[in-house]
C-alpha cells in the first residue's frame, strides 16, 4: 500500500517531466534552421555605363575621347544605367538546410542608394556550405550623378570591375522556406551588406515566424 501511495504521488511529477522533455525536444527541432544565410561578392562577371563597357576601366587614362564621349551622350539624355552581372555567394550557417525563396536587395554605389529590386528564386542551401546565386540588375545613374557631373563622369567609371574597390555595395533581405515548408524570416538580422571582400555581421533579432 505505501508503494502505491508513493506512487500514486509521483505521477504528476512524471507527467511534469515528460511533457517537458517534449518541449524541450519540440523547441530544438523548431529552433533546428534559426539563422539567416550570409552574403557576399564573388565576382564581377559584367559591368557597363549606357553603352560602355567599364569592365576594364580601371585609371583615368583607360578613359579615352571615344569613351568619354560615350558617356556624355548617356548623360546628357539622362540615361546611362549600370548594368552589372555578379556571382553572389550564400552561406547557410545552420545545421540543416534550408532553402532561399527570394531575396530583396539595394543597390549602393560609393556608399549611396541607387536603387532596389527583388530577385525570385528556389535555392537548396546545404548546411554549413555555400551556394553560388547569379544577381542581374540595371538601374539608371543619372540621379546619383545629379546635374552638375559632367567634369566627374570619367573618374565615376573607374573601379566597377575591382573587387578591393567594393564600389557597389548590396544591402540582402532574404525570404526563406524552413524543412518543414513554411515561409519564415528566421532571426532577423539588419539587412546583410554584401561587399566585394567581406561577410556582414550583423546583431541577430529575433522575430516570430510567418
Do not use: W
Not at 35 to 47: G, M, Q
Not at 95 to 121: H, I, Q, S
Not at 169 to 183: A, E, N, S, V
Amino acid at each position: 500500500m505505501l508503494f502505491i501511495r508513493r506512487l500514486i504521488c509521483l505521477l504528476p511529477l512524471l507527467g511534469l517531466m515528460l511533457g517537458t522533455s517534449c518541449t524541450l525536444r519540440e523547441t530544438r527541432q523548431e529552433g533546428a534552421v534559426n539563422l539567416e544565410p550570409r552574403f557576399r561578392v564573388r565576382a564581377i562577371d559584367a559591368a557597363s555605363l549606357g553603352s560602355l563597357d567599364v569592365l576594364p576601366l580601371h585609371q583615368p587614362a583607360d578613359v579615352d575621347l571615344p569613351r568619354r564621349n560615350q558617356l556624355i551622350t548617356g548623360y546628357v539624355n539622362r540615361d546611362l544605367p549600370l548594368k552589372m552581372s555578379l556571382k553572389l555567394s550564400a552561406y547557410n550557417p545552420n545545421l540543416e538546410e534550408t532553402a532561399l525563396t527570394g531575396f530583396d536587395y539595394t543597390v549602393l554605389v560609393d556608399g549611396k542608394v541607387l536603387g532596389a529590386g527583388r530577385l525570385a528564386t528556389n535555392v537548396e542551401l546545404p548546411a554549413r556550405d555555400s551556394v553560388t546565386i547569379p544577381l542581374s540588375f540595371a538601374m539608371n545613374t543619372y540621379k546619383l550623378l545629379g546635374n552638375d557631373a559632367m567634369p566627374a563622369l570619367r573618374n565615376f567609371a573607374l573601379g566597377f570591375g575591382e573587387l578591393r574597390r567594393e564600389r557597389v555595395t548590396l544591402r540582402i533581405r532574404p525570404t526563406m522556406r524552413t524543412p518543414k515548408g513554411r515561409l519564415s524570416s528566421l532571426i532577423r538580422r539588419r539587412p546583410s551588406t554584401s561587399t566585394a571582400t567581406a561577410e556582414a555581421r550583423p546583431t541577430p533579432k529575433r522575430a516570430p515566424n510567418l
